[in-house]
């Protein structure tokens, strides 16, 4: 009979690592298993031939700010990264910043967070918000790219999985001028969204049809996995909101990031409290292996 292998990794967020080396004593005690560090005072894994109680694992960290992933060991390392990238790869929803220069950002940032959560249809809302920031300059898109910030461990994430042959694709709900220039910073191999319309001067209030939702990153993860001959248990996929809900499930490894509610409930795995570097560690990857571009 074979015996399946579970590694259970405990990630700190990297400003508060003071009380990781007491939590991870206390996963152990609770859980046993073998401990092997990632990354000194902020990773390690702890090998188990048994699925752990996550709820014990929880009751263990004792509300320190430390997140904790459960994989099966065998194919930890993925072959495919899908990524969302407004709140994931980078710190902030880019079309509410858009607003903010129409003087609408409260209004829309207010719907954006219902259908990421999950209250709103995703295609209405998306149309509904374009359509509020008809008549804005379209220099007003590089305004809002000179506030967009990468989220610490997204370049790393990135460069280290493409180091390691693994495929790279950012898919967003958002708009290809922002992760056209997310990607290419990042490095991923191809990015997909959707296009905000203009005529030259201004925006028109449209958005680009078949609008890229929660069906068609399901579609893009599924079909790049497939030209790659990858099993779903190859891939990773990461995002924080209801439209990446089926993406996460279907992944091998599927992480609801820094997520909103709904999603952080009904995901595989959650990280709440470390950077994008969680994900390495998810997969085994140790802290000297990690590459910084």
Known sequence: MTVVHYSLTLIAQRDATTRFGAALARVRDALGGEADVL????????????????EVVRAAVDGAAIDAIATVAKGRRK??????MDSTIVTGETLDEL???????????????????????????????????????????????QR????????????????????TALVSGGFTFFTSRVAALCGFHMHRSNTLLDDGATLTGLVGEPILDRDTKLATLNT?????????????????????LDMLRAAGLGVAFHAKPIV??????????????????????????????
């Open 39 to 54: 990354s000194p005072g902020e990773a390690a894994d702890i090998t188990l031939s048994f699925p752990p109680d996550m």
């Open 79 to 84: 072959s495919l990264l899908v990524a969302d």
């Open 99 to 145: 607003a903010d220069f129409a003087g609408l950002k409260d209004r829309i940032a207010s719907i954006t967070a219902r259908a990421m959560n999950g209250e709103l249809d995703f295609k209405a809302a998306l149309r509904e918000r374009v359509a509020m920031l008809r008549g804005l300059p379209v220099d007003a898109l590089e305004r809002a790219w």
């Open 148 to 167: 967009v910030r990468l989220t610490e461990g997204a370049r790393e994430l990135v460069a280290t999985m493409r180091a390691h042959g693994a495929y």
């Open 224 to 244: 790049l996995a497939a030209e790659r001959g990858l099993a779903r248990s190859a891939t990773l996929a990461v995002g924080d909101g209801a439209n990446d």
């Open 264 to 293: 952080a409930a009904a995901a595989q795995a959650r990280v709440d409290h470390a950077d994008l570097r969680a994900l390495l560690f998810a997969q085994g990857y140790r802290a000297e292996e990690i590459v910084t571009p």
